[in-house]
């Protein structure tokens, strides 16, 4: 089915982005994806939006193959999720059996019955059933005015004590001097009970308090991402695959441009923050290369800072050229879950990853984003998120950090408590 396609010109980008943002939210099946302005040679889009849900892919086994057979036979926009579960179809040992109150599928995508592409000067509609002008009509006339983020006190605790987090990460530490494994991203968890919130106005507060470059708005049915994250995991151009691996974390002093600067340069000469990096960088051109063709993976930028609202993160680049036979399932297969949230070696990192945390990651350290009609696609990586159940009224962040044989226990929990400080202050 061919998409009706038309280009409007816009005079207020902000207005309407607004507008857009609240009209995509009517629909059960939303992903507003934002990359708010940030500047960076490696942008695809400024805004992209699919709404609707003309076929759904949410299998509940089979993983691989079902993917496989879904990509070949809808050769059109998917957007969705790879939730970090997804990872269970590579070995039994990392099956998990704790409850997650917030529900997103292991892996689902859906064929939007419309998509939006805003840049600053225009919106592009392409939809397979209502007409261009009536969905540009629609945008343009919807009520931007929405409730208050909480409708009461949010009550976060968390999930393990500052004392049992100390201990579980000198109990990881001694792994890494048995040689178990090199690094390893250790998460907890906050959360609320009974907590009754307006999504739509959290996400936006969130957004404004930390308007970064792989931001989304997320919803299946009851279901909500509200998505605030810096990261991308992986992008492909043609066949050229790019992925992106945080490692590496300061706080800023925005109030004092010279500490901020000294903070920055501090970040970048850090042998802790180096070793981090190099490592899950290491990882990720060992994960590329499974399926990319020889000598074409390479580093193209190594141990970069880079500067968000509340901190400075250290970020590398890594690419490579994959054959034309390999698909979105294979890239997946060798390279999912991403680096930067499991550590290495990947395997043995994800199951004491189960073993020694509580809560179940979901969709936290997995990945949002899209499949074009010609196969390219880019999607981020699940973190400064706040995820809520509108249903059952349950409302979770997750934070965490690369532990080493460097690690200071209190210092990376004060590192969980930055990481925190944006979804912290939303719900305060």
């Known amino acids: 089915m061919q998409r009706a396609t038309s280009v409007f010109t816009i005079t207020d980008f902000n207005t309407t982005k607004k507008q857009l943002l609240h009209w995509a939210n009517q629909y059960s099946s939303c992903s507003f994806l934002d990359n708010n302005q940030y500047i960076s040679s490696y942008n695809s889009v400024e805004c992209l939006v699919g709404v609707g849900a003309a076929t759904v892919f949410s299998p509940t086994s089979h993983h691989q193959q079902a993917l496989k057979a879904f990509l070949d036979k809808t050769p059109d926009w998917l957007f969705g999720h790879v939730g970090y579960d997804y990872k269970n179809i590579q070995s039994t040992s ?20 419309m998509v939006v592409l805003l840049s600053k000067n225009q919106i592009e509609i392409q939809s397979l059933r209502t007409s261009p002008d009536k969905v540009f009509e629609e945008i343009s006339t919807t009520d931007i005015e929405g409730n208050a983020g909480l409708d009461s006190q949010v009550s976060v605790e968390a999930r393990i004590s500052k004392d049992a987090y100390l201990s579980i990460i000198q109990q990881i530490k001694q792994h890494i001097l048995r040689g178990d494994c090199y690094e390893i991203n250790f998460c907890q968890e906050f959360f609320a009970n009974e907590a009754n919130i307006n999504p739509l106005a959290v996400y936006t507060q969130l957004t404004q308090l930390s308007p970064n470059p792989f931001s989304c708005y997320y919803k299946l049915a009851d279901k909500h991402l509200l998505c605030a994250s810096p990261e991308r995991y992986m992008k492909k151009t043609g066949n050229q695959l790019l992925s992106q691996p945080i490692k590496g974390t300061f706080k800023r002093d925005t109030n004092d441009l010279n500490t901020d600067n000294f903070l920055k340069q501090q970040l970048l000469e850090s042998s802790k923050e180096r070793a981090e990096n190099v490592m899950v960088v290491d990882l990720v051109r060992n994960d590329l290369s499974k399926i990319c063709k020889e000598s074409s993976v390479n580093v193209t930028e190594l141990f970069g800072i880079y500067t968000f609202p509340q901190v400075h993160q250290m970020i590398s680049t890594i690419v490579g050229e994959v054959e034309d036979h390999i698909d979105f399932a294979d890239i997946l297969e060798a390279t999912f879950p991403m680096g ?5 070696p990947k395997k043995k990192v994800m199951e004491l990853i189960n073993q020694y945390e ?5 969709l936290y350290s997995g990945a949002v984003g899209y499949i074009t009609p010609n196969k390219d696609f880019d999607f981020n990586v699940v973190i400064r998120s706040i995820l809520y159940n509108s249903t059952n009224k349950y409302l979770s962040y997750q934070v965490g950090s690369g ?16 990481k925190a400080k944006s979804m912290k202050r939303v719900l305060e």
């Not at 099956?95 to 917030?102: H, K, L, S």
């Not at 930067?340 to 290495?344: D, K, L, P």
Request: aromatic share 10%; charged share 20%.
């Open 94 to 113: 990392l099956t998990e059996q704790r409850i997650d109150n917030i529900g997103f599928a292991p892996i689902h995508f859906f064929q939007p019955e």
């Open 340 to 344: 930067s949230m499991t550590g290495t």
């Open 358 to 362: 509580v809560q179940q990651r979901g």
């Open 403 to 418: 532990i080493t044989h460097y690690s200071d226990a209190d210092a990376e929990y004060e590192e969980c408590l930055l």
